[in-house]
């Protein structure tokens, strides 16, 4: 089998890892590689993860990957398919578990902006984006994944220009002083790292990819990481999480040509089922 894995698999099958059987999940309208991911930990780990679409379709059965999550082809072989409604109810009842947010920035709490950049700087925002359609999400689910395609030290800043989705707020305690019970986001995944937080909920690098450099990694980041290199390095995907990615979840291969992704060469490991 190639063991060349575009960004995107590697990500997806770390985010994997992250998710535990029994847990509800629920992706954004356009989250190719966190669907993957649930679909994933389903096939290896977590058959009970119960994956929610935004258009409400319950534990899709493709075995293949579409780029919205509003496109009617999940709804054979689904589960179920419920509404938006459905889906606000749960989450104001408490009742997700995991929640995936990307950004236009991402900062060094954990905080997202989905919303505009370069506010204040002239007569409008310099680049403006899709906003969120449920805030409250970032705050009521019980835990927060965060990913991002690019990272590059404009996407991970030391403040975001705007406030789109809580994460960390001001670091600290400042998330529960704001009257927020649940964890906030617990890791964040990259093309080139895997960051988690340290006690003062700041980000910190937890493991380095394969074929990343130390000096990569501080050069593309745009807040200080106060831990030095060396840092740990990410264990490599295994022969049987990228089979069952490339067989059972992305059948036609959107991950290896989502436009974002650049393929590198990974060593496969032993690492066991879990």
Not at 10 to 33: D, K, P
Not at 144 to 173: C, K, N, P
Not at 236 to 265: C, K
């Amino acid at each position: 089998m190639n063991t060349i894995a575009t960004d995107d698999e590697l990500m997806a099958i770390l985010i994997a890892r992250e998710l535990r059987n029994g847990e509800m999940a629920v992706t954004g309208a356009s989250s190719l590689v966190p669907v993957a991911a649930c679909l994933l930990a389903q096939q290896m780990h977590a058959p009970d993860l119960t994956l929610i679409l935004p258009s409400g379709v319950v534990n899709p059965q493709a075995g293949r990957l579409y780029r919205s999550a509003s496109d009617g082809r999940w709804v054979p072989g689904a589960e179920a398919v419920g509404s938006g409604y459905d889906l606000f109810e749960m989450s104001e009842n408490g009742r997700l578990d995991v929640m995936f947010y990307g950004g236009v920035q991402i900062d060094k709490h954990g905080n997202v902006n989905l919303t505009a950049t370069g506010l204040g700087q002239g007569p409008g925002p310099a680049f403006r984006g899709p906003g969120l359609a449920n805030t409250s999400f970032a705050v009521v689910s019980g835990r927060i994944i965060l990913f991002s395609s690019s990272h590059t030290s404009r996407t991970f800043v030391d403040r975001v220009d705007y406030l789109t989705a809580a994460g960390h707020l001001e670091g600290g305690t400042s998330r529960a002083e704001a009257g927020i019970t649940t964890a906030g986001p617990v890791v964040c995944v990259t093309p080139l790292v895997t960051f988690d937080f340290d006690g003062e909920h700041r980000m910190r690098v937890r493991s380095v990819h394969p074929g990343i450099s130390d000096e990569q990694v501080i050069a593309r980041t745009g807040f200080d990481l106060r831990a030095h290199p060396p840092w740990p390095r990410t264990e490599p995907p295994t022969a049987d999480e990228l089979r069952t990615l490339r067989h059972s979840v992305d059948g036609t291969g959107e991950l290896r040509a989502a436009r974002r992704s650049t393929a590198r060469e990974t060593t496969t490991s032993t690492r066991r089922k879990v």
